[in-house]
């Protein structure tokens, strides 16, 4: 692929649109990039693919909305029509709006250099404050989302200092199942609560296969605040932050407890 | 290689409906070919980092922050700025309503709201309300309140702009 | 009633009413103006368009001075001085913004005119934070107020929680 003749930055990642003085090619003519293909069992993103196109795509609005809602939510409209999702996850921000539904929806992510493809869980991408696997020489290539596997309950939502062309406080994503009066299946993600999006595996844990009390719900967010490390920074406080953390997984883990009661016999 | 001796590429596009070339850095912002190489200044800088919108322009139709583009990823597109909505003297209608209902006071933000209107009206002709705000919460606005100009942006939903296809003649000049 | 200028620093006082509605979000403490009516008594309007056009404009920077738009200081510099990070409002932030006048001529203004530009910075945020008390209970005297400093507050005042609070909240200014 022409995308290897390029220089890098010194942590390997490639540039896009940046201002310097270096040579650089630019990906926004490699068309293999761009499409969002289905098959049978997975929906595949072209890193270079759009939020727009993100929006526009039928099967995401109808199987993946969480990916849908976050492209909505990122920046305003002339963003999304430039913005790629490639760019935006190995920007790697902690604050990014895709990340968190990504990670709940179980993406991998294939990456590509002149050795080969490789690929990998999403949620193993992102290795630290703004680090991620790519290696030099690396381009990603695809995000691939697993269809046929949606959970009855879906939840995303994000604070940020305005309602839109806003970079996020808290954003929390929850997806899910009841079964008996129990959680069955449960996976959450949070972004600008750690130093990467994040997967939140203890807060999973202290909630499978348990009734959704309010005790048992405040417990889980006892668990997620152990969990979680919100900082101070220019947008917001650790306290705030640790706060709506809580108060969001309350409102999703209520959705949760509220379709366990319309699914009961 | 000594100053004298660099040779920039030649980057052609259509701006407006005319065939422009300039000879510029590659890395060169468009917003900055648009106001300096070309001298369509309609098109403002208000923050140069892709949140206020001032700089917007539709490219190949689509639109975009021209703070955020280089001028290479406009090479063989259709760019249409504020200049090109004005159709042989005669203002399209998101200018004409602007300028009835006082939607425009220091201006700054105008260009980028019309074109921002144009292309959501190009995209969804009958927009309700919050659809209109969705689609001009990327300009920002200091000096309106945004009333005026969402008001205008509804009272040009029943006749759309037309594409230019054909720019006046006097605009038509080659870049260096 | 009789004008006289004597040693003051303006000809004439002018009036004003702002009364927002407002809605706190207490799960996020975030607080969004959702109406916001403004009267203004400006002597005589001269040009209705641009009148009203100056009294919406102000408006939605007394919205921004009183909910968004925090300064943040570092070393005596602005940290926040980009438009990424100084938050000013957009059009999902801002709501109708209904205006009102009446005139009162005055006679030592053109045709009767007062001042009309300044008033909508001055009365809009106190009127907010007005409404914000009347939805929470809880009062508050400094801005821009922002869901952190909410959040603070209610959580020192230990107000039950509920989804959604509405309610109205007016402030008279005078100049």
């Known amino acids: ?265 | 290689m000594s100053a004298a001796e660099i040779q920039f590429p030649e980057i052609q596009f259509k701006v407006n409906g005319a065939e422009r070339s300039v000879s510029v850095p590659p890395m060169k912002r468009l917003l900055d070919v648009l106001r300096e190489d070309l001298e369509l200044t309609g098109t403002k800088e208000g923050c140069g980092e892709g949140e206020c919108g001032s700089c917007s322009v539709l490219l190949d139709g689509v639109l975009v922050n021209s703070c955020l583009v280089p001028v290479l990823q406009a090479n063989d597109s259709e760019v249409l700025t504020v200049e090109g909505l004005a159709h042989n003297g005669a203002l399209a209608n998101i200018q004409q309503k602007i300028l009835e209902l006082g939607g425009a006071q220091c201006g700054i933000c105008t260009p980028g709201m019309m074109l921002a209107a144009e292309f959501l009206l190009r995209k969804n002709p009958q927009p309700d309300l919050d659809a209109i705000r969705e689609g001009l919460a990327g300009n920002l606005c200091r000096c309106t309140g945004y009333m005026r100009i969402i008001d205008a942006v509804k009272h040009s939903i029943q006749t759309p702009l037309s594409a230019v296809v054909h720019p006046p003649e006097d605009t038509v000049r080659k870049g260096a | 009633m009789t004008w006289s200028i004597g040693a003051r620093s303006t000809p004439a006082f002018a009036w004003a009413v702002y009364v927002p509605e407002v809605a706190v979000d207490t799960r996020t403490y975030t607080a969004g103006v959702v109406n916001f009516y403004a009267l203004q008594e400006v002597g005589r309007v001269l040009h209705p368009v641009l009148a009203a056009g100056q009294i919406e404009g102000g408006v939605a920077q007394g919205i921004g001075f009183a909910l968004y738009e925090k300064v943040v200081w570092k070393d005596g510099h602005m940290s926040n001085n980009q438009m990424a990070n100084y938050i000013v409002p957009t059009t999902v932030d801002m709501s109708d913004i209904e205006v009102y006048f009446e005139e009162m001529p005055c006679e030592h203004g053109p045709y009767g005119a007062k001042g009309l530009g300044e008033l909508p910075h001055d009365g809009p945020a106190p009127a907010i934070l007005n409404a914000i008390q009347d939805a929470t209970g809880v009062s508050f005297t400094s801005i821009p107020l922002l869901p952190e400093d909410i959040h603070l507050r209610m959580a020192q005042a230990q107000v039950p929680e509920s989804d959604v609070l509405e309610t109205v909240g007016s402030a008279e200014t005078a100049e």
């Open chain 1, 1 to 265: 692929m022409d995308a290897h003749r390029r220089r890098h930055r010194a942590d390997g990642r490639p540039r896009r649109g940046g201002l310097q003085q270096h040579k650089l090619v630019s990906l926004w003519g490699i068309g293999e990039l761009r499409p969002i293909t289905a098959s049978n069992d997975w929906l595949t993103i072209g890193a270079g693919a759009t939020f727009t196109d993100i929006r526009q795509n039928a099967v995401i609005a109808k199987e993946l909305p969480l990916l849908a809602r976050a492209a909505s939510w990122t920046g305003a409209i002339a963003n999304q029509n430039r913005g790629t999702l490639g760019g935006n996850i190995v920007n790697a921000s902690p604050a990014a709006d895709s990340p968190p539904a990504l990670l709940v929806y179980e993406a991998e992510i294939e990456l590509v250099s002149a050795q080969g493809t490789r690929r990998m869980p999403y949620r193993e991408f992102h290795l630290g404050y703004i680090r991620t696997a790519l290696q030099p020489q690396e381009l990603v290539m695809a995000v691939h989302l697993p269809r046929g596997r949606r959970l009855p309950v879906e939840y995303l939502r994000k604070v940020g200092t305005r309602n839109a062309m806003a970079i996020s406080k808290v954003a929390l994503a929850g997806v899910g199942a009841m079964q008996s009066g129990g959680v069955q299946t449960v996976r959450i993600a949070a972004a600008s609560l750690c130093e990467t999006p994040a997967r939140l595996p203890a807060t999973e844990a202290a909630l499978l296969g348990q009734a959704l009390t309010s005790g048992r719900i405040q417990a889980a967010c006892k668990v997620l605040l152990q969990e979680v490390k919100p900082i101070d920074d220019i947008r917001s406080t650790a306290s705030y932050r640790a706060q709506i953390a809580a108060n969001l997984l309350e409102e999703f883990l209520e959705q949760m407890a509220a379709s366990g009661q319309e699914t009961r016999p």
